[in-house]
């Protein structure tokens, strides 16, 4: 919907912050757009800020997922940081905040690229 | 459809996701009308947002000119939405576990499983015409919503 | 009421003045799907709430168990609401003007003088079982919204 | 709707802050409340600041009608103030504008009571 999710380097980590809906027919497939964009150039540390997201609905988490394995697939690696509540409880109880690696500070996330 | 016989606010919309939106600005103010605060809302949101997700996408097939019908009823203590489509119906037996280890990665199939999680009863029934009934019921005593087993 | 043809948003609604608001918040929505501007959107939401309000008090006669039917239509270049209510009807020819000087401070009669002054086109019906179907129209291509003969 | 509408004196005019929508069955009642409320003391000089309000349905103009007469009858005057301009709009197709009096500054209006 016209809504650009930011990107920036933080040393070789790019980080993209997603922001608003993450849901379907909209935030989802910007989101996806954009991480693919991102990996795009060869880009191996990925990580996305997730502050500013309100909702993320079982389509997004699913892009989400999808962007994940794709990561893999390329030998990167994509990481998530500052989960609001609401968010964290999502990825809880689908059981899939095993399966990302979450960080609540952008420093800690940043190191563990290592 | 029918003249749905319960439901204070009933909407009809055209299979758009767009009009998701409107789906959820209608829960805000339903919300607010029945003293239903933010945290319970957010929950309730998420479960109609599938709902109606699922009747455009699986039951219209995005043809716009099949409509999706929400109703928002109930009583003091219980919100019941229910959510209908136009489409071919579909046996809610055969979903599979989103939590099931193979199931784990995939792209999709967690919608229903959003549902049954963050409302309180879930059921499915054919409409007159075809099409599938989604009835949810959400407990407004129970003080956190949604978040379930946790 | 029944089933409308037309129309890719519908409300049925209960004889509530809360409801006027989803009506309002349903229309900000159809505006930014159709691209309608803020200032178009405010003078189209003026005329829809007295036609909503009419139906509730005067059709309606705020009986919660009577619905009104919001429809919001029309193609490119129009915009076409209607608003339905379960009453009895009434002869839209007898309206005082609230112009006239000896209406001109009284306390009523200028819902329909708003909806005729914001709206390009208003035409009232019967509706199958009775009641009033109210039918409005904006054209969208006109730059200025509704504030007509100024 | 719980809102309520602001009331402070300039000298001895009592200027009522409306805001928000005066519309049938909220802001309606609320507004003729507050002006018979502020009426009821005696007072003769009122100015009502229209500055906050966003809608006026013709449910709220017609209390605004209603509330000037009766302040005629109670031998009070009425004016209006810092009218927005979609409100200055209504109030000029209902041809009310030439009924009130209508000013653009509180310093006008206050000196207009003399
Ligand atoms: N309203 C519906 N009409 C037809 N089929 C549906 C409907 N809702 C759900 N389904 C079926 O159930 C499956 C699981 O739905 P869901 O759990 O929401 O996951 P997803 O939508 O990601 O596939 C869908 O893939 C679809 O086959
Ligand atoms: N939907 C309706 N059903 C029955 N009567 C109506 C309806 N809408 C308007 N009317 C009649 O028309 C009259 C004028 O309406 P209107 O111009 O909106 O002014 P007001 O609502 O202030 O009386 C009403 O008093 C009522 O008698």
Same mark, same amino acid.
């Given at each position: ?114 | ?57 699986? #039951?219209?097939? +995005?043809?716009?000119? &099949? ?6 009823? /109930?009583? @003091? ?53 075809? #099409?599938?009934? +989604?009835?949810?019921? &959400? ?6 919503? /949604?978040? @379930?087993?946790?």
């Amino acid at each position: 919907m016209g809504k650009d999710f930011g990107i920036r380097m933080n040393g070789d980590v790019k980080v993209i912050e997603l922001k608003g809906k993450i849901t379907i027919g909209s935030g989802d497939l910007k989101m996806r757009e954009t991480i693919h964009q991102a990996l795009g150039d060869g880009t191996k540390k990925i990580l996305i800020d997730m502050a500013g997201v309100s909702t993320i609905d079982s389509s997004g988490v699913g892009e989400l997922v999808g962007c994940y394995t794709t990561a893999t697939h390329k030998g990167a690696k994509l990481k998530l940081m500052n989960l609001p509540n609401k968010i964290q409880d999502v990825l809880t109880v689908t059981q899939l905040i095993t399966v990302f690696d979450v960080y609540s500070s952008e420093a800690e996330a940043v190191a563990s690229f290592g | 459809m029918t003249e749905p016989e319960q439901g204070a606010v009933v909407l009809w919309l055209s299979s758009r996701y767009e009009n998701i939106e409107l789906v959820q600005a209608a829960l805000g103010h339903v919300c607010r009308l029945r003293g239903i605060d933010g945290e319970m809302e957010h929950w309730i949101g998420m479960a109609l947002r599938e709902a109606v997700a699922n009747a455009i996408r699986h #039951g219209n097939r +995005l043809d716009p000119q &099949k409509r999706v019908l929400v109703s928002f009823g /109930g009583d @003091g203590d219980v919100l019941e939405l229910t959510v209908g489509d136009e489409g071919d119906g579909f046996d809610p037996g055969r979903i599979s576990d989103p939590l099931a280890p193979e199931n784990q990665m995939k792209t999709s199939g967690r919608g229903i499983f959003y549902i049954r999680t963050f409302m309180d009863e879930v059921s499915f029934s054919r409409g007159e015409k075809g #099409g599938t009934i +989604l009835t949810m019921k &959400k407990d407004l005593k129970t003080r956190i919503a /949604g978040k @379930g087993e946790q």
